[in-house]
């Protein structure tokens, strides 16, 4: 007999792709000040990943199980299981050298939405395809989903039979690099005395993560995520990050060919903490920041140029 094992590619294996349009105005005010609006919208088909493509779907009533060729256990099956969707407004200006100054700004906002724990991790559900009739004993009662969907006393939910079941779609949330509002600012001015203050300030909403600890198995394979998915992934957001930088420079002429500039620079001059991780793990210490980036720094240099 064939030799059977336990990860295999999806027969399918649809090349993954990504379909968007986009549109864009600009205006020019003035004569040294340009303004311009862009939308965005794009979809992502076809994300590759990995789920139990053998799992029943009677695991989630009652034993686990596994559907042919390999009943003993679960196949992890690579293919196209995923998507995403982007929607982005960007609105900029651009306000060239003039008066001795010149500055850019520019705010996007951004809505992506995928259902991918990652390309090597298994969803939060595997099974995809029609619901057949099941039934479990819940505190001494049977039910079943012949006639509509119930709710295991686990807390499992069993969908009715006969209704299309896309287990994936119970991961779907914002992206895990998503960001919802991003503001930043720069520019340069050119003071008397070959002196130049330049500066980039950046306001950006926190980063999306999920509350874990919790102990759900929605298909039964006996793999816990560990998310919260009553409140769904992702669904909560990470106090916001806002930093500016800013250099100080006074250039020195020696003689016709030869220039030095002193270089004064800070980074995060406002000193915020700006977090870098927080505690996901509900209830005592949810939310609260684990690990910031670095506070205000400086540092002095020369730069010549002959």
Do not use: C
């Not at 030799?3 to 864009?24: K, R, W």
């Not at 991961?171 to 005395?193: E, I």
């Amino acid at each position: 007999p064939p030799q059977l094992f336990p990860t295999s590619i999806d027969g399918s294996f649809d090349t993954p792709y990504t379909t968007s349009v986009g549109i864009g105005v600009q205006r020019e005010i003035g004569k040294d000040l340009v303004v311009q609006v862009d939308y965005y919208h794009r979809e992502i088909n076809n994300l590759l990943g990995v789920r139990q493509s053998n799992l029943t779907f009677n695991s989630r009533a009652g034993a686990r199980t596994f559907l042919p060729p390999f009943t003993a256990g679960a196949i992890a099956t690579f293919g196209p299981w995923y998507s995403g969707v982007y929607d982005g407004l960007i609105v900029s200006f651009n306000k060239r050298l003039s008066r001795r100054f010149v500055l850019n700004g520019d705010y996007a906002y951004a809505k992506e939405t995928d259902n991918q724990m990652g390309i090597n991790a298994l969803p939060s559900d595997s099974f995809i395809g029609v619901a057949p009739v099941v039934s479990s004993t819940e505190s001494g009662v049977l039910r079943t989903n012949a006639n509509g969907p119930y709710t295991r006393a686990n807390g499992r939910f069993v969908a009715a039979a006969g209704s299309f079941v896309y287990g994936p779609d119970l991961d779907k949330g914002p992206s895990d690099l998503a960001v919802d509002h991003t503001f930043q600012l720069n520019g340069l001015v050119y003071l008397p005395w070959q002196v130049q203050i330049s500066g980039i300030f950046r306001a950006q909403s926190g980063f999306h993560y999920s509350r874990t600890g919790s102990s759900a198995d929605p298909d039964g394979n006996g793999t816990l995520q560990g998310i919260d998915l009553v409140a769904g992934r992702n669904a909560f957001t990470s106090p916001a990050y806002v930093n500016l930088d800013m250099r100080f420079t006074k250039r020195f002429d020696i003689g016709e060919r030869f220039k030095v500039h002193a270089l004064f620079e800070f980074f995060n001059l406002l000193n915020r903490q700006n977090p870098a991780a927080v505690e996901t793990v509900a209830p005592t210490t949810f939310g609260t920041l684990k690990q910031i980036l670095p506070g205000r720094e400086g540092q002095i240099g020369l730069r010549i140029e002959f």
